[in-house]
């Protein structure tokens, strides 16, 4: 029986929500608005590499970055923690590591901004035991930090995902024949990992470049990032041309950047023990 008439719908719903809304973003980043017609222009992209917007991406790409490496360095070892418990309090540990992510993205972002003001729950507890209070709002460091307390978990699932199904056996073989506990993390257990971590940093990078909410509120409008920029194109200035041409870039870098880590897993795949 042919069931391909069951694919249909979802044909449908992704021709009107995803290739007809992208086609109209890529027409309105070749085109401009001269004299009231519309004129077929490579402006908009021109515009993108002016220094003022250089000077974005590279914040952006910057804090990404720094974002996504912390995350690696805090998810990793959890990820381990949990790939070793027993069943039933890992799962505990993992509803437990996962129940924030329920809440909506902009509370809890707003949370961090209580935690973070000058009389937050910090600055209240070192004015307790009589230290200085720190002014950490509305700088790059409390964006990063709101990037990696929204981002871990995109971090440490995929790295606990890999660790779970690593055969046991070959921790013991590489014991048997005389490896300590480093020397199995360096050539048995993080090889094999390979493939969680690649998809741990494309999940969290990806989303941690193109953020405009966690600048917004935790940067004070201070620290504009490429997000923020297209944000205002699109409702402040209302330049769609520009903000288009500015969307269609960052998607074309996160593609490359996709398709470099993709490629890497599967050079990877296997892990390439010894």
């Not at 996962?98 to 004015?127: C, D, H, Q």
Request: with cysteine.
């Amino acid at each position: 029986m042919n069931k391909k008439w069951i694919s249909y719908p979802y044909l449908v719903w992704m021709a009107i929500f995803i290739v007809v809304p992208l086609l109209l973003v890529i027409y309105f980043s070749f085109t401009t608005v001269e004299g009231g017609s519309t004129k077929f222009s490579l402006v908009n992209y021109k515009k993108f590499f002016e220094p003022v917007y250089v000077k974005v991406l590279i914040r952006s790409i910057n804090l990404a970055l720094i974002s996504t490496v912390f995350c690696l360095v805090l998810g990793y070892p959890l990820a381990m923690i949990l790939a070793g418990k027993d069943m039933s309090r890992r799962n505990f540990i993992i509803l437990l590591f996962v129940l924030p992510m329920w809440m909506n993205f902009l509370l809890r972002t707003y949370a961090w901004m209580t935690l973070l003001e000058r009389k937050g729950l910090i600055n209240t507890f070192l004015s307790y035991v009589h230290l200085p209070p720190l002014q950490i709002l509305y700088t790059n460091e409390a964006v990063i930090l709101g990037m990696i307390y929204n981002f871990l978990p995109f971090m440490v699932l995929p790295i606990y995902t890999v660790l779970k199904k690593i055969d046991p056996f070959l921790i013991e073989a590489a014991e048997d024949l005389g490896a300590n506990s480093f020397t199995v993390f360096r050539k048995v257990i993080f090889p094999l990992s390979l493939p969680g971590v690649v998809s741990g940093i494309t999940m969290v990078f990806m989303p941690a470049v193109s953020t405009f909410v966690i600048s917004r509120l935790l940067g004070g409008g201070q620290f504009t990032l490429i997000g923020n920029l297209i944000e205002q194109q699109f409702l402040t200035v209302g330049d769609w041309n520009f903000g288009s041409a500015l969307s269609i870039v960052m998607m074309v870098m996160i593609l490359i950047s996709m398709a470099a880590m993709t490629r890497y897993e599967k050079e990877n795949e296997g892990g390439g023990l010894w």
